[in-house]
């Protein structure tokens, strides 16, 4: 039996999710698709200045498992530019999470301060419960 997927974290989707050339019709160029996961990794990388270990903490996976993305990614975003493609982000296997919940678990947070306020949901993750559900505090504690 084959190992299940693993879910990337990924903080927030594009705002704009088609790129390409202004100036050719739309039956001439060829579309390249890029995922969310490695439109999160060129966001991590390239624009935040993580390194490839910051960046693969914060999206839940090894290091050499980001640095197989960001190749990836970076080939894209390169036909794209050279070739005149267009380029649309969508699809991959991801979960998006809360920058906060992420930042106070690696602040060593007790999941006992928030004892009753975890739900299930499939937008955000936060702490793993038990049950290995997804789940996130709905409910505003005190920095």
């Excluded at 498992?65 to 190749?71: A, K, L, P, R, S």
Aim: hydrophobic letters at 30%; glycine letters at 6%; aromatic letters at 6%.
């Amino acid at each position: 039996m084959a190992r299940p997927k693993k879910w990337r974290r990924v903080c927030c989707l594009p705002n704009n999710k088609h790129f390409g050339p202004l100036n050719s019709s739309s039956e001439m160029v060829s579309t390249i698709n890029m995922t969310v996961v490695e439109y999160e990794a060129i966001r991590l990388i390239d624009l935040e200045g993580l390194t490839q270990e910051e960046c693969a903490s914060q999206m839940g996976v090894s290091r050499t498992t980001v640095q197989g993305i960001y190749i990836e990614a970076r080939k894209k975003i390169a036909k794209t530019l050279v070739n005149g493609n267009r380029l649309f982000i969508e699809g991959g296997d991801y979960k998006l999470y809360d920058e906060e919940h992420l930042k106070s678990k690696k602040r060593g947070r007790s999941r006992k301060k928030h004892k009753n306020c975890f739900v299930k949901t499939s937008e955000i993750v936060g702490v793993l419960g038990k049950n290995k559900e997804e789940k996130a505090c709905k409910c505003k504690h005190e920095e």
